[in-house]
């Protein structure tokens, strides 16, 4: 009793304690340092505790021993709690492992913040077999389990190194609005609001606005969010996403794709090759192997081929109708898309689409003017993860477009000046980054890849 009374009173004589995160800890290894965390996870033996603390950066094998026991605040030592040390870094003894391959032994620590000790400790809220719906209810808390963090951390790795690729190729960011008033992929999945009086939507993708930078900025492009009021409870559907989207001048559909297969292997080289992320992702998805290049091109007809060689039937909106096999000009399903790009085991740039199952602004094929020059691109595990296109350059082809898809001229009428005042030929595409992390990461879903998950039916926390 008397034992746990001690108050601990950081001792002066000592030498100044650096105060340093734990990712970076490797280069004070033999020194003083001073840390704060949460901990992680926790053993208490009769005279020593070891804690796994965690700051973000990394974990830190922390151990605290004889006084350092015995106070107060030792008794309600539990995972969560939030805590500052100090110590030396010490290489650990023979024979031992820890993250790192060092751990402090403290000679000072405070609590910060306590956590649940009685019935609602973090430990009892939910484990590995948890029913993901719990996990996603207490999004705010399972954020700080190992394999959250990591996917976020890698998000993060991703979303830099394709910024990088960019400033390589001279592709500049804007940040165009989520309040607009056209829509880029059908009135269908728009979500409409009250603005002022006036009908807006969230947007869908900010291709249009992208386009009009060309003649300004040059290659421009966005990560922004995009919005889908689609009812698709899907492996790979959310009804906001963080959208990807570049725009190229004076490129042909050659020019595009390369330009993809360019800029998604050297975002995975990068990622790859970060001492942090990186090795997030062996943990994550072991033995993944970059993709090579040229990806497989595949020709929508031949895809409608490949499908009905496989017996991979279509499968009617209508569910009383019976499967049937596939007729060039049908849309490709997700379920037969992802049975057929798992066959072949690589991405496919899935190209040349009937222009009536494509949006109205693509550009058609020079002398089979029935198919664009569009693209997906497919992955195994996930199917589609970026889409694009070579844009309709002419006004007139426009024209033909909107009326194609009933779509009123007016309102679009500055994308249609983009023809008017000096014209080019240009393509960009659009990436699902959460469509991207569950293949690079080999995730069942995209709601795993995203912060918050917004999904049908699904906004809190
Ligand atoms: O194929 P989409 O609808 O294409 C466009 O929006 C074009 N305007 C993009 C462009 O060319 N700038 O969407 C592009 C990508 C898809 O390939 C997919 O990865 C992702 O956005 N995506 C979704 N991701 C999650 N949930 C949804 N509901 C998504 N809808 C599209």
């Known amino acids: ?179 607009v008033q056209t829509s880029v992929e059908g009135g269908s999945s728009l979500f409409k609001f009250d603005y002022y009086g006036q009908e807006a939507y969230l947007t869908q993708s900010s291709q249009l606005y992208l386009e009009t930078c060309l003649p300004s900025l040059g290659d421009v492009f966005c990560v922004q969010e995009s919005f889908r009021a689609e009812n698709s409870h899907t492996r790979r559907h959310l009804a906001e996403y963080t959208h990807l989207e570049t725009e190229l001048a004076f490129i042909d559909f050659r020019d595009l794709l390369e330009h993809i297969e360019t800029v998604i292997c050297g975002v995975v080289d990068m990622v790859l090759a970060d001492p942090i992320a990186g090795k997030f992702v062996q943990q994550l998805n072991p033995g993944f192997q970059a993709p090579t290049r040229p990806f497989k091109r595949l020709d929508y007809k031949d895809a409608i081929a490949f499908l009905n060689e496989h017996d991979i039937m279509l499968q009617e909106e209508d569910p009383t109708l019976p499967a049937r096999s596939h007729r060039i000009g049908d849309d490709i399903a997700e379920a037969a898309e992802r049975k057929m790009t798992d066959m072949m085991g690589v991405p496919i740039f899935l190209m040349n689409f009937p222009k009536r199952l494509k949006a109205f602004y693509m550009k058609g094929i020079a002398g089979d003017e029935e198919y664009t020059e569009s693209v997906d691109l497919l992955m195994p595990n996930v199917g589609e993860i970026a889409g694009g296109s070579m844009r309709i350059t002419d006004v007139d082809e426009l024209m033909e477009g909107y009326r194609r898809d009933g779509i009123p001229e007016e309102p679009y009428h500055w994308y249609t000046d983009q023809r008017k005042y000096g014209t080019s030929e240009h393509g960009g595409y659009g990436l699902g980054v959460e469509r ?26």
């Not at 991207?436 to 999904?455: I, M």
């Open 1 to 179: 009793e008397e034992a746990v009374r001690i108050i601990l009173v950081e001792d002066a004589t000592q030498p100044r304690a650096a105060r340093v995160k734990i990712g970076h800890l490797k280069l004070h290894r033999g020194s003083r340092v001073r840390v704060f965390g949460w901990i992680h996870r926790l053993r208490v033996q009769s005279q020593m505790t070891f804690i796994t603390l965690r700051d973000g950066t990394g974990y830190l094998q922390v151990v605290l021993k004889g006084d350092l026991v015995k106070t107060l605040d030792a008794l309600d030592l539990v995972t969560e709690c939030s805590i500052e040390a100090t110590g030396d870094l010490l290489q650990l003894p023979k024979g031992k492992t820890a993250p790192g391959g060092h751990e402090l032994v403290a000679d000072w620590w405070r609590m910060i913040g306590r956590a649940p000790t009685g019935v609602d400790t973090y430990a009892s809220l939910f484990n590995a077999k948890s029913d993901l719906s719990v996990r996603q209810t207490l999004r705010h808390l399972d954020l700080r389990a190992e394999t959250p963090a990591a996917i976020i951390t890698i998000r993060a790795a991703v979303l830099s190194a394709f910024r990088a690729m960019y400033a390589k190729h001279t592709v500049i960011e804007v940040t165009p609005p989520c309040i």
């Open 436 to 461: 991207f992390l569950a293949w690079f990461l080999n995730r069942w879903t995209v709601r795993e890849c995203q912060l918050y998950g917004r999904w049908p039916g699904h906004a809190a926390p």
